[in-house]
Each structure stands twice: as C-alpha cells, then as structure tokens.
C-alpha cells in the first residue's frame, strides 16, 4: 500500500499536469546553480513552472492520466516545465537554454494529452507568440474595417463634388447630364419683322 506522502505527491503531479497548457520534460544533468536559477527564471516570465520532481511518481501520474508513451522520457534527471500560460513561449525559453547549454536537453512533451517528441517541441518554439499572432489577426481583421470605412467615406465625398458639379454646370447654362438644356427665356428673334419686309 503506498504511503500517503507518495499518494498526494502523485495528485500534485496530475493537478499540475491537467492544469497546465503543455508540459515539457528535460533533462538538467550537468547544469549549475546559478543556471538553473536563470532557467527557472526565464521560464516564470512565460507563465511557467519548472518542477524536479521523483520519475516513478511523475510515471505513475502520467499513468492515472493514461498519457501514453511518456513513461520511457521519464527516467533519470529530468525535470518538468509546466506551460501554465503559453505553450509556445515556454518551448521557446527552453530551446535558448538548450541551445546555449549542450548538457540541458528537451526529453519530450504534453500537448493536448498528446506526447511530443524533441524535433516537435522545436518546430512549436518556432510558432511565432502569441501577442504577435493576436496582433496580426487584430491587423487583418482591422484591415477590412477601414477599407469599407473609407468606402462610406467616399460615397458622401462624391455626392458632394457632384451635386457642386451640377449646380456649377447649370449656373454655367451648360447642358445638364439630363439632357436639357437650362430653361432661360431665349431672345426674340425678330420673325415678324422679317415678314413685313
């Protein structure tokens, strides 16, 4: 029977893992204190936490969990990051730790209850963040916004310079687009006269 330390340890786990977005697992083999302070560090900007937990209690967690495939990325020195905010800027603080740090390695990770392997974990670091992602479909979305706001916009602005171009026209005493010409009193011609003579 398990001891009741070891059953909550493992409820912590499956709380943290079910409440996360994604969670990656590394390994920190080889890193000093003062690196996995700036590693820790950068991973609570992106909203994450970074765990070292037991393995057999994280296996028996992802187990309760039916995370399959897990379980072989769960040995030795690993440590867990848990993307409690954005997935993809915690996958990005992490690959610029590895890739500054040969000895910290990306073991695999939790998306979706689906199981990444380490080139999936890299190409989601290369998804651009959320905020610009926000932003360009803000962009686009805006974009046709103020096209049918400068649309609208022109059909007043048109009116206007038409109805001035009649009204100068018709001032003028050119012939309107109706086809008429403007209703003025024409000269007499002098008919009779030419018949008396």
Avoid: C, W
């Amino acid at each position: 029977m398990p001891r009741p330390e070891k059953v909550q340890a493992v409820a912590d786990i499956k709380e943290r893992i079910e409440a996360a977005q994604a969670v990656f697992v590394t390994e920190f083999r080889g890193l000093t204190v003062t690196q996995l302070q700036k590693l820790r560090a950068s991973l609570r900007e992106t909203g994450a936490e970074y765990k070292v937990v037991k393995m057999s209690l994280a296996r028996r967690a992802a187990d309760e969990l039916s995370i399959d495939g897990i379980d072989e990325h769960l040995m030795g020195p690993t440590a867990l990051a848990f993307a409690n905010v954005d997935p993809v800027a915690t996958a990005k603080a992490l690959r610029d730790v590895g890739d500054g740090n040969e000895k910290f390695v990306i073991k695999a990770g939790i998306l979706s209850g689906e199981v990444l392997l380490p080139e999936q974990v890299r190409k989601l670091a290369s998804i651009e963040s959320r905020d610009v992602l926000l932003a360009k479909i803000a962009g686009a979305a805006k974009a046709p916004l103020y096209k049918g706001a400068a649309m609208f916009a022109s059909f007043t602005r048109n009116a206007a310079t038409m109805m001035s171009q009649l009204l100068e026209k018709k001032e003028s005493g050119e012939p309107t687009p109706s086809g008429g010409a403007p209703a003025e009193a024409a000269p007499a011609e002098p008919a009779a006269a030419a018949e008396e003579e």
